[in-house]
């Protein structure tokens, strides 16, 4: 929701934002995650994370890390929000606003989230 915020009040204002969806996975800390990016002339998409806030440190490349820029630390799975899907689903999505876990169903109706596990392992080179 904050990101939502954040991107109506840029709007707004006239800024080009959008939203992306994915994984933020910091070593140790994998998990499910939505952020912006906004245009910048020149440089192009730019991600901005107000999630986090600002880190407490002294150095201002670790202060700003999630607030400015790219880091290496996402994995966008979808950029769009409440997109169709293809195959088109016959019941109710599990997820009506992104697709970071995917969409299972079968013939007898869909498997929420709350219905089936995953697990993911991530390694760092």
Known sequence: MQTFLLM???RYKGIP????SGWMMPP???NLH???EVYFEG????PVDISYGLQYSSNA???EFYV???DAYRLIVNDGVAGALYPEKKYLRSEPYDFQRGEVEWSGG???FDKWDYEIEIEYR
Request: aromatic share 16%; charged share 25%.
């Open 8 to 10: 109506s009040m840029l």
């Open 17 to 20: 934002v959008r939203w992306q």
């Open 28 to 30: 140790g800390d994998e």
């Open 34 to 36: 939505d952020w912006c």
């Open 43 to 46: 440089q192009g998409w730019i």
């Open 61 to 63: 490349k670790t202060k």
């Open 68 to 70: 400015s820029g790219i």
């Open 110 to 112: 869909n498997l929420y």
